[in-house]
């Protein structure tokens, strides 16, 4: 079982990805494996690094899908395929998705470009859930602002060159997530980030539960 996270920034995937994949466990999913893009692999930590600083020049978009789709089909190879060959439930948090949402929405690169890209980095490998958490841009970078400004663990690396693109561009993501949750309805189930964590873990495991099987024969090890 393949699940993505996805989402605008700010809306919470990376700690909604930590603790599903930690739930899932403990209802007796099998070995769950928990990884992201930009990163995953050794060159994808190193493309993420280059992709997010703030330093750095700022990158043309076809050079940011193209480094994008490397990193994307390195982390196919080496985690996503031996991972689900050996039976595990994987959660990565961002993939095919966020290229459309921002290589596609954001940065106008047709969908034919980003399609073709997705395809070769991917071989094809979907997801088979996505969770796209909703939220409107400007309350993700207010959240992510105050998180900075009270200094919360991780907000400072956390800032990166995509939150300095302007509030246009974040509404542009969104639109073009919403239309690949409206083209995909059997696959992505989109979930209101603008509720308390627990309330949005909640929703999310009464989405994941009933599509995944437990290894537990025989109802629940005590
Ligand atoms: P990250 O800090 O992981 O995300 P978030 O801001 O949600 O905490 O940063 C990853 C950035 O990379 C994010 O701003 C979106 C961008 N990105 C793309 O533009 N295209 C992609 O295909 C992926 C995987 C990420």
């Known amino acids: 079982m393949f699940i993505t996270l996805e989402g605008t920034e700010g809306s919470g995937k990376t700690s909604q990805g930590r603790a599903l994949a930690s739930a899932l466990e403990a209802h007796g999913r099998g070995p769950t494996l928990l990884t992201r893009e930009p990163g995953g692999t050794d060159l994808g930590e190193r493309v ?7 330093d750095g020049p700022r990158l043309d978009p076809l050079t940011q899908l193209l480094l ?17 060959e050996r039976g595990e439930t994987v959660v990565c948090v961002r993939y095919s998705d966020s290229t459309r949402a921002y290589q596609g929405g954001g940065d106008g690169i047709s969908d034919a470009a980003v399609e073709s890209a ?4 991917t071989g094809g490998l ?3 859930l996505t969770i796209y958490l909703d939220l409107d841009p400007r309350e993700g970078i207010r959240r992510r ?9 991780g907000a400072q690396e956390g800032w990166n060159s995509f939150d300095e693109r302007s509030i246009e561009f974040h509404y ?3 639109e073009a997530y919403l239309r690949v949750a409206r083209e995909n309805p059997s696959r992505v189930v989109v979930v209101d980030a603008a509720r308390p964590f627990a309330a949005i873990h909640d929703e999310i495991m009464k989405i994941v539960l009933p599509r995944t099987v437990s290894d537990r024969v025989g109802g629940p090890r005590l």
């Open 68 to 84: 994008l789709s490397a990193a994307r089909a390195q982390l196919v190879h080496e985690v996503l395929r031996p991972a689900l």
């Open 126 to 128: 979907e997801p088979d």
């Open 48 to 54: 993420r690094h280059t992709l997010l600083a703030l």
């Open 172 to 174: 542009r993501v969104r």
């Open 145 to 153: 602002e105050r998180a900075r400004r009270e200094g919360a663990v």
């Open 118 to 121: 997705i395809s070769i980095a």
